[in-house]
Each structure stands twice: as structure tokens, then as C-alpha cells.
């Protein structure tokens, strides 16, 4: 292995185990000893990287999160012609996810995490935090605008009010269900988030 590749592959590490580590627990609550820890390192190797535990913590929002949001939403709807079947299909993934993974019921949305905690604290977090936010809802303003011109979306329908919504129903549909940390809730939420798509047909 380069060294080139070995350090590209120590600064990743530090990345996952900090956005594990505040998805888990929190940002304010996560020390650099325990990011060093869990990751393996030394602390030289860790400010090597990262000047202080802010600019690590910058990183993970603009590399980790808006990575999953490119993954998760840019990308799959990207040439979408019937968002309501495409966004309907994210859901059916989420819901394969988290059969897998239950105690995401338990951890909520590392971006939702977040901003909930570090928007009021810290703006260069919440301008980092708006920022994917602004992306993930110009995507779903794309898709529908395209879904409008196919005739899979509404005429009447508002692209950018419409994406605005979803934005917000999902991530505070999330929230509730952190709260809650119930199947039996997630599926009523699930089933109400379908009934407001479908509203969206012409």
C-alpha cells in the first residue's frame, strides 16, 4: 500500500468512526479521545488530519452526510420521470434498512441529529447543514419538474414547494420516530407519506 493510499484510508477511518460516534451520541458528547480511540489512531495521526474536533466534525457534513444524501436521493433521481414512484421506491429501502438494522429506529438521521443540535450553536454548521439540505431539495424540485413535463406529476403542482414538504415530512416524520423507536408507528407515518405522493398524481 502507497503512502499516498494509506493516508487517504487513515483520514476515511477517522471520518466514519466520528460520524458513528455522533450518530450514536451527539457531537458535544463525543470526545477526540474516543474518535482516536474507536478508530485505532494516535491523536498526532487524528490533528494531523483535522486541526481541532470543529473542523473534523465540518468534514463529516460536507464529506460522510453529503455523500449519503448524494447516494440516497441526487443520484437515484437523478433522471427520474415519475419521482412519486422513485421517492416511493427510497421509502421501500428505507423500510428493507431498517429491518436489517432496527436500531436505527433508536438513532434517528445523523444530518436531522445535527442540525437539531448544532444549528443554534454553531453557523458554520448550520450553513454546512443548510447547504445539504438546499441540495437534497433541488433534487426533488428536478425530479418533479420533470415528473410535471411526463405527465407523472400534477400540472398544478408547486416542484419547489412539493420538495420543501417532503424535506420536512421526512425528517420530522424521523424525529418521531426516534421518540418513538416503534415499527408499528414508523408504518403509520410511512403510510401517510404515500397518501401525501399520491396527491401528487394528476
Known amino acids: 500500500m502507497t503512502e499516498t493510499r494509506q493516508a487517504e484510508d ?9 460520524l458513528d460516534l455522533f450518530h ?3 457531537f458535544k458528547g463525543t470526545s477526540i479521545n ?15 488530519y483535522f486541526k481541532g474536533k470543529n473542523e473534523l466534525g465540518y468534514a463529516v457534513v460536507d464529506e460522510c452526510i453529503r455523500s449519503h444524501i448524494n447516494e440516497t436521493w441526487v443520484e437515484p433521481l437523478a433522471t427520474s420521470v415519475d419521482p412519486i414512484a422513485d421517492i416511493k421506491a427510497i421509502l421501500d429501502h428505507f423500510d428493507e434498512m ?3 438494522r432496527p436500531e436505527i429506529l433508536q438513532l434517528g438521521c445523523p444530518l436531522n441529529n445535527l442540525a437539531q443540535e448544532m444549528s443554534a450553536q454553531d453557523d458554520a454548521f448550520r450553513e454546512r ?5 438546499r441540495i437534497w431539495e433541488t433534487a426533488l424540485e428536478k425530479a418533479f419538474r420533470a415528473g410535471i413535463e411526463a405527465g407523472s406529476v400534477r400540472s398544478d403542482a408547486d416542484p419547489a414547494d412539493a420538495a420543501a414538504t417532503i424535506v420536512a415530512l421526512l425528517e420530522g416524520c424521523i424525529g418521531m420516530i426516534k421518540v418513538n423507536q416503534s415499527r408499528e408507528h414508523m408504518s403509520r407515518i410511512d403510510r401517510g407519506l404515500r397518501l401525501f405522493l399520491d396527491f401528487l398524481r394528476p
Open 98 to 100: 431498517i429491518a436489517e
Open 34 to 48: 474516543q474518535v482516536v480511540e474507536q478508530a485505532g489512531i494516535t491523536k498526532g495521526a487524528l490533528f494531523h
Open 129 to 133: 447543514l443548510l447547504g445539504l439540505y
Open 10 to 18: 487513515t483520514r476515511t477511518r477517522i471520518l466514519e468512526t466520528a
Open 24 to 26: 450514536r451520541g451527539s
